[in-house]
């Protein structure tokens, strides 16, 4: 089932504390931070994908490559601030195909799945503690990124057909599940339009 959409997203001014947060003295919350600001830069990417990411993938600038969930291809521009981040975790194995220090020993399929796993648990554990830290409210997940896209993006009057096919979705009908929930204060605002029609 799906978990509703306002547990699962930060409002613009959360998602700015988890970007502007200090976390010098916490160099692995501040990793997650920082991939889990990746993610949401990056359309949402799912943190599968995201430890898959080959050096290969990237062309001219250009992230390419394919949701591991559906074998969708994405096409991202990669941007100054994408690059930013993406540079401070670069895989500098020059043996690996990674593009991040995700996956750090490349071995058989079922070593790297046990170590991605093993980078999903810690990575979500970090959100976590970054998540009661900030005092936010939302319990950070590798997942919370992906939801944040899409509803800002539609707060932002972004059509749903553009945040399907940006979150790669199948149907739009599924996009809407990431979009059901309304905040109280969205409701709120809906409300008042409609009494001013009486």
């Known amino acids: 089932g799906y978990e509703e959409t ?19 003295d916490t160099p692995s919350v501040g ?19 995201l430890a898959y990411l080959r050096k290969t993938d990237i062309q001219d600038n250009v992230l390419c490559y394919r949701r591991s969930k559906t074998g969708r291809m994405l096409t991202i521009t990669l941007e100054p ?34 170590q991605y796993e093993s980078a999903l648990r810690l990575y979500n554990k970090h959100l976590y503690r970054l998540s009661e830290r900030l005092g936010l409210g939302v319990r950070l997940t590798s997942y919370v990124a992906r939801h944040t896209w899409a509803t800002l993006a539609y707060n ?24 059901r929930s309304f905040s109280d204060e969205q409701l709120a605002v809906v409300n008042l339009q409609m009494a001013a029609l009486v």
């Open 6 to 24: 306002r547990k699962r997203a930060l409002s613009i001014e959360q998602l700015r504390m988890v970007a502007d947060a200090d976390l010098e």
């Open 31 to 49: 990793m997650a931070r920082d991939l889990f600001i990746l993610s949401y830069y990056l359309r949402g990417i799912p943190f599968i994908d």
């Open 81 to 114: 601030w994408m690059w930013e981040i993406i540079e401070r975790y670069l895989c500098d194995d020059s043996g690996s195909p990674y593009l991040l220090r995700i996956i750090r020993q490349p071995g058989s399929i079922p070593e790297e799945r046990k």
């Open 156 to 179: 932002e009057d972004i059509p749903v057909s553009k945040i399907s096919a940006g979150l790669s979705h199948a149907s739009e009908e599924i996009t809407h599940t990431y979009l």
